[in-house]
C-alpha cells in the first residue's frame, strides 16, 4: 500500500510560482511512475505531467514549458514547480502513483492523494 500527501498549494498572483511536493510513505515509490491531475470545480480532472521512474517525463500542451516535473527517489517525493501561473490553473492538484494504461486519465493511477488547491489571482 502507498500512501501519497501533497504540500504546497496556496494563493498567489497571476505570474507567480509554487512548487508542490508529494512524499510517498508505506512503500518505495521509486520503481513507480508518478503523475500529477488537476480538477477545477465542475470539471473532470485533467493530466497535468508524468515522470516515469528513469525520469521520463511527460506534459499536457496547456502547462508544456511552465511547469516542471521532477522526483527525489532518496526522499519518495515528486515535485511540481509551476512557473508564470496563470487563472485557469487554479484548481485542486492531485498526486498520482502506479499507472497501468493511458497515463493521461485518471482511471489508470493506482494510488492517489488528498489534493492541494492552487488558486491564481488575475
Known amino acids: 500500500q502507498v500512501q501519497l500527501a501533497e504540500a504546497g498549494g496556496g494563493l498567489v498572483q497571476a505570474g507567480g510560482s509554487l512548487r508542490l511536493s508529494c512524499a510517498a510513505s508505506?512503500?518505495?515509490?521509486?520503481?513507480?511512475?508518478m503523475g500529477w491531475f488537476r480538477q477545477a470545480p465542475g470539471k473532470e480532472r485533467e493530466f497535468v505531467a508524468y515522470?516515469?521512474?528513469?525520469?521520463?517525463?511527460l506534459y499536457t500542451d496547456s502547462v508544456k514549458g511552465r511547469f516542471t516535473i521532477s522526483r527525489d527517489n532518496t526522499k519518495n517525493t515528486v515535485y511540481l514547480q509551476m512557473n508564470s501561473l496563470k487563472p485557469e490553473d487554479t484548481a485542486v492538484y492531485y498526486c498520482?502513483?502506479?499507472?497501468?494504461?493511458?497515463?493521461?486519465?485518471?482511471?489508470?493511477?493506482?494510488?492517489w492523494g488528498q489534493g492541494t488547491q492552487v488558486t491564481v489571482s488575475s
Open positions: 515522470i516515469g521512474s528513469g525520469g521520463d517525463s
Open positions: 508505506g512503500r518505495t515509490v521509486g520503481i513507480y511512475a
Open positions: 498520482a502513483a502506479r499507472p497501468y494504461g493511458n497515463i493521461r486519465s485518471a482511471a489508470a493511477w493506482h494510488y
